[in-house]
């Protein structure tokens, strides 16, 4: 295997002290570029596109071309264990991802079974084995998958939801059904991220993204012990081992120190943290990585190279004790996206970052 020619995304995320901040982006790879909008339309829709390695890598190397980021991430989606469910993903214009078979009774649950990665998602790692062999050391790629929590919303709700009535009413009044729903998602979660890193994946994000919208103890019970699981059975095998794992809860800024006591190497924080208080509070046993508001990204040039500035001061300096600072943004970057302002982003990031990893 060729050396990598820039590892700072992975030396950061292991703690080690590194020359200056590295950046990726949520969504790097989507509908605020023109080369993006061009290969989709070529592959007819979403799902064709991750489903067709080369149409996937292609995407995936779009951005890394284009702004030289310090890290490329997989073009998926987190709904591909759910599909290979069987519960029928399409892609709705202006709606979003839809299943045409959500789970609507205890029988639905008890039909599930837990999906064979190689097997059942073979595309996805010969999608990660392309990118690997089209990237060539440049820069690390980051595999990925939804927590159990937010994967079952979906699998339950049949869509996104704004109160998540269905997928709580479940939680709520059966919350046996609930658990092993969860249970299921886990384990193939746990296969699915081992057969990525088998296929090429050189660390690992967890998507939680509606963990937010539950009590702290509900949180506790049915998203952050579930994730939990993931980090230990990762920790525990020696193949993944030396993989890092990111959490990303978004809406988890209060939850940030039960995050840390998984285990994992580093945080994902949206924007509503304050990146200065995160450090405080776990920056000596996670690396965080985030967290500017991504709305910044459709406004002025000005506008985000403020923000970025702001978010590298609000970390501050890495001291010796800190694991260390990933900047990206609190969120995926928005379809409104000016391309212009993710060169102003990555230039301000590699060029004034330096200032903060000295001493
Ligand atoms: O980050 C990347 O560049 C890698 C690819 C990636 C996608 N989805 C591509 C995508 C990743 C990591 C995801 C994760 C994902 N997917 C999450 C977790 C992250 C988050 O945003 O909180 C969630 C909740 C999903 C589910 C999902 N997939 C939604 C809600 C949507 C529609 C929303 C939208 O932006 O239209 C998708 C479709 C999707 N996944 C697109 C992309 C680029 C847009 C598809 C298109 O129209 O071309």
Redesign the pocket.
Known sequence: MNTMKNDLYLRALRGERVERTPIW???????YLPE??AT?AQAGD?LT??KTPELACE??MQ?IDRFGLDAA???????TIPDAMGLGLV?E?GV??VFEKPLRSQADIDRLTKTDAEQDLGYVMDAVRVIRKELDGRVPLIG?T?SPW?LAS?MVEGQ?SKEFRRIKGLMFESPAAAHQLLQVVTDSVIDYLKAQVAAGAQSL?V?D??GGMLSTSNYQQFSLAYMDQIVKALKADPATADTPVVL?T?GGGAWLEMMADTGCDGLGLDWTVDMADAKARVGDRVVLQGNMDPVVMNTGSEQVTDHAMQVLQAYGNHAETDRGHIFNLG??I??HAKPDNMRALVETVQHKSAAFHQG
Do not use: N
């Open positions: 982006v949520m969504r790097q790879a989507g509908r993006y909008r989709r979403f596109l991750c995407v995936t951005p991430i997989l073009f998926s989606d987190i709904l892609l214009e979003g991802p990925f939804g937010t979906y996104g994000m998507f993204t509606w990303f978004k969120h995926g928005q379809p």
